[in-house]
């Protein structure tokens, strides 16, 4: 490496190095507190205690899950994890993970995105779904809580359509089977 050469190393370096110390040291606290609510939420559902659960959630949150099923407020969300959460839902392979920092909005509400695989014992199967998904988070008495959480999967694309296709095929070629044996047996009756 020649001298130059080197010296634009070293000054990209230091450029990326001096952007990202300004970048982290401007960073809002707030987006600290929001990975602590994070971690706690991800944690106590792994465990599956929605009690603690609900320490970090509004009471009128209201979410909307894969299903386009709609709970609100706390017992509406103790229903579907009492419903759907133990049998179904098998844990996260990827937990929610954001896109970015959380969107602040006046130091009191935060929008925040990104991706999350969960496993899931759908029809008689384990699946694994990734899905897309979007947090309302409001602070309320110097504490962060979930107020919205909508997640939603590509519903051209996902295992549980595969599966279903995969049915389809099978059903299809068992009905082919079963008309040609069916179709013999007639041909032979109608000939004696």
Not at 38 to 43: A, G, Q
Not at 98 to 113: K, N, Q, R, Y
Not at 161 to 169: H, I, N, R, T
Request: aromatic share 8%; proline share 3%.
């Amino acid at each position: 490496m020649n001298k130059r050469t080197w010296m634009l190393a070293m000054c990209g370096w230091l450029a990326c190095a001096t952007a990202w110390h300004r970048a982290s040291a401007a960073e809002d606290p707030a987006h600290n507190e929001l990975r602590a609510l994070r971690t706690e939420v991800i944690e106590s559902i792994a465990k599956g205690d929605i009690e603690r659960v609900m320490r970090h959630v509004h009471t009128n949150v209201v979410i909307t899950w894969q299903n386009g099923e709609v709970c609100r407020g706390h017992q509406g969300l103790r229903d579907f994890f009492n419903r759907m959460g133990k049998d179904v839902f098998k844990g996260y392979k990827v937990p929610p993970t954001p896109d970015e920092l959380t969107i602040l909005h006046g130091g009191d509400t935060g929008v925040s995105f990104g991706e999350t695989v969960a496993a899931y014992r759908l029809l008689g199967k384990e699946i694994e779904l990734k899905s897309r998904w979007t947090a309302t988070l409001v602070k309320q008495e110097g504490h962060w809580l979930l107020a919205g959480y909508h997640v939603s999967m590509n519903v051209l694309d996902n295992p549980i359509l595969a599966a279903a296709k995969g049915s389809l095929v099978w059903a299809a070629a068992t009905a082919l089977v079963v008309g040609l044996v069916a179709g013999v047996v007639l041909g032979k009756r109608k000939k004696a």
